[in-house]
């Protein structure tokens, strides 16, 4: 009798190991960088918010991810805990070369639109040599339009104070911002500072989406093609 329940016992344990999984096991829990970026992703009460986040929330929970969100102060500083390994990755981000050297992007989540904003007694274009000549512009510190105002020549100064941008500029402490649109508006809303103040000038649009690191998908090598299908699935059903 015991030895026929022993023999039950290892043919139940044999079949569990290979019978195929009808639902795919979660990945393990992955960190990701976020800095505080609102409208996009911020914290009320300790927990989390905005647009960002919650657009990357249902993507996880589609790809049956789990995962934690670590703060960090700026953009900056959410690469080089990647480049360290203290992360799997980072969001909401748009693309640069030197973010591509460590990480890849994955497909758009949202659209970002970049506006230049400037006074409306501004008579020079952020096109024109006098204005990268002359001009003081800011942006939030280490992000991917710093990186891009200080790679194209312009008098750029990054700032961590986000949502004091629009009354800085509106008292011309600053002479123009390239930012997101959502953000400045937003910043400006909260501030009641009506949009009419200020001339704008669309830049370029671009995609935000999620970096993950090349070492960590070495080891996860299904984890970005997870993410990018979960985001096509999510972006059909709409």
């Not at 049956?64 to 500083?77: C, D």
């Not at 909401?92 to 659209?111: E, G, M």
């Not at 952020?126 to 990268?132: L, V």
Request: charged share 20%; no cysteine; hydrophobic share 40%.
């Amino acid at each position: 009798m015991k030895k026929i329940r022993y023999q039950l016992i290892i043919a139940m344990l044999f079949a569990l190991i290979t019978a195929p999984h009808a639902v795919a096991n979660p990945t393990k829990k992955i960190r990701l960088a976020a800095p505080i970026f609102p409208p996009y992703i911020f914290q009320t009460n300790n927990k989390w918010d905005g647009v960002g986040y919650h657009t990357v929330n249902k993507i996880l929970n589609n790809a049956n991810i789990t995962y934690e969100i670590i703060p960090v102060g700026n953009y900056g500083k959410a690469l080089d805990a990647l480049i360290k390994g203290k992360v799997d990755g980072f969001f909401p981000a748009t693309q640069n070369p030197v973010r591509d050297q460590h990480a890849q992007f994955s497909q758009p989540i949202l659209i970002n639109r970049w506006v230049w904003y400037m006074p409306n007694s501004e008579q020079l274009t952020p096109d024109m040599a006098e204005f990268k000549q002359q001009r003081f512009v800011s942006t939030p510190f280490k992000s991917n339009t710093h990186v891009w105002l200080s790679t194209h020549g312009y008098k750029v100064k990054g700032t961590l104070e986000i949502d004091n941008l629009p009354n800085m500029l509106l008292k011309k402490r600053l002479d123009a911002v390239l930012i997101s649109q959502l953000v400045f508006e937003t910043s400006a809303k909260n501030h009641k500072i009506p949009m009419h103040n200020f001339k704008q000038i669309v830049h370029s649009e671009k995609g935000f989406g999620i970096y993950l690191s090349k070492a960590t998908l070495k080891n996860k090598p299904e984890l970005l093609k997870r993410i990018n299908q979960s985001i096509v699935e999510l972006d059909n059903n709409h």
